[in-house]
Antibody, heavy 126, light 107 residues
Framework: EVQLLESGGGLVQPGGSLRLPCAASGFTFSTYAMGWVRQAPGKGLEWVTAISGSTTNTYYADSVKGRFTISRDNSKNTVYVQMNSLRAEDTAVYFC???????????????????WGQGTLVTVSS | EIVLTQSPATLSLSPGERATLSCRASQSVSSYLAWYQQKPGQAPRLLIYDASNRATGIPARFSGSGSGTDFTLTISSLEPEDFAVYYCQQRSNWPPAFGQGTRLEIK
């Protein structure tokens, strides 16, 4: 059974930093891309960042580029997002999700997300 | 950047009725479109990928159609557990944007 478990959320002051880990199990972690999607309170889904299975390629939404860094440790089956210079508008539930292309398109195309964690809440406030 | 527009914003139907949800892309996404279901307090669940393929374990009452810029999610006969928010998402170009969602509520 595929499981994704996020942690590390909490209250942080504007300008502060936070690192969110997501521990994966139930599949061959190194062969799948991983991503983070966030949802502000009462709002829709916003893709944040993604990383290929080999860690060769990373992708970021313009809203977080230069502030967030995604990484993964395939030996620990864990993906991370390091969030710096946090702003009030970064307040959201952050979901970790497994990326898939289902065999179509090119190797540089974006992903769908076929399994999701339950999310961890990040609140940026003074 | 591709923008996805979902309609209607809210759909009020009764169990047993047919639901038709729409997603329109600002430019062609070929068939690279997915649909997700999200219930309150839960993570999204992938329903449909590549416009018309059901994901693992998704009941046959869910179907998707369309290509290019216009897509439809159809639920043939609503079950009580189907009342939720539905999102479309494209993976044709970076960033992989989501639509703003359609809330399917009990009438």
């Amino acid at each position: 059974e595929v499981q994704l478990l996020e942690s590390g959320g909490g209250l942080v002051q504007p300008g502060g930093s936070l690192r969110l880990p997501c521990a994966a199990s139930g599949f061959t972690f190194s062969t799948y891309a991983m991503g983070w999607v966030r949802q502000a309170p009462g709002k829709g889904l916003e893709w944040v960042t993604a990383i290929s299975g080999s860690t060769t390629n990373t992708y970021y939404a313009d809203s977080v580029k230069g502030r967030f860094t995604i990484s993964r440790d395939n030996s620990k089956n864990t993906v991370y997002v390091q969030m710096n210079s946090l702003r009030a508008e970064d307040t959201a539930v952050y979901f970790c999700a497994r990326g898939r292309r289902y065999g179509s398109g090119s190797h540089s195309d974006p992903y769908y997300f076929d399994y999701w964690g339950q999310g961890t809440l990040v609140t940026v406030s003074s | 950047e591709i923008v996805l527009t979902q309609s209607p914003a809210t759909l009020s139907l009764s169990p047993g009725e047919r639901a038709t949800l729409s997603c329109r892309a600002s430019q062609s996404v070929s068939s690279y479109l997915a649909w997700y279901q999200q219930k309150p307090g839960q993570a999204p669940r992938l329903l449909i990928y590549d416009a018309s393929n059901r994901a693992t374990g998704i009941p046959a009452r869910f179907s998707g159609s369309g290509s290019g810029t216009d897509f439809t999610l159809t639920i043939s006969s609503l079950e009580p557990e189907d009342f939720a928010v539905y999102y479309c998402q494209q993976r044709s170009n970076w960033p992989p944007a989501f639509g703003q969602g359609t809330r399917l509520e009990i009438k």
